[in-house]
């Protein structure tokens, strides 16, 4: 039998989800919170543990946004662009990370300190444009705000 990547609790959630009804999101829910996102490596090894093709796997890994495909960075930087936000200039917003990070969206810094994602709601509509710096929430946040709260995090 292979070695596991992944560290006996999670090899032990695993083998008590693995016959259940909708264990599949679960598991890959569960990896998420362990590495930060889900890597090829550990897709792959769902696959050989649930005995399922990766091509399953990919498919929900794809089909639901929740899933980082990418190490995300020290700070993972989230801009809401839902209706409120983006009306409110959360474009403006991402915009302005792009250009103060040197990052496109789904980027990481060379340092791998910052990562910049576009999200759909967040729900603080009434803060609208929003952004949260690993889970830390800024409301009406303005274009001449970035910098000072990005050197928060530096």
């Not at 792959?44 to 495909?69: C, N, S």
Request: with cysteine.
């Amino acid at each position: 039998m292979a070695q596991s990547i992944f560290s006996d609790e999670l090899n032990a959630f695993i083998s008590e989800w693995k016959e259940k009804p909708g264990n599949l999101i679960m598991i890959l829910h569960r990896v998420q919170e362990e590495f930060g996102y889900v890597s090829r490596e550990a897709a792959d090894e769902v696959a050989r543990q649930l005995g399922i093709p990766m091509a399953t796997i990919w498919g929900v890994l794809t089909f639901y946004h929740f899933f980082k495909l990418n190490k995300p960075g020290k700070y993972n930087i989230q801009v809401c662009l839902g209706t409120a936000c983006y009306l409110k200039g959360g474009d403006i917003i991402v915009e302005e990370l792009g250009k103060e990070l040197g990052l496109e969206v789904g980027g990481l810094t060379d340092d791998g300190k910052f990562s910049l994602e576009a999200v759909r709601c967040v729900g603080c509509c009434g803060l609208a444009p929003v952004m949260t710096i690993s889970g830390e929430v800024f409301g009406k946040v303005t274009k001449d705000q970035i910098h000072g709260i990005l050197d928060k995090f530096a």
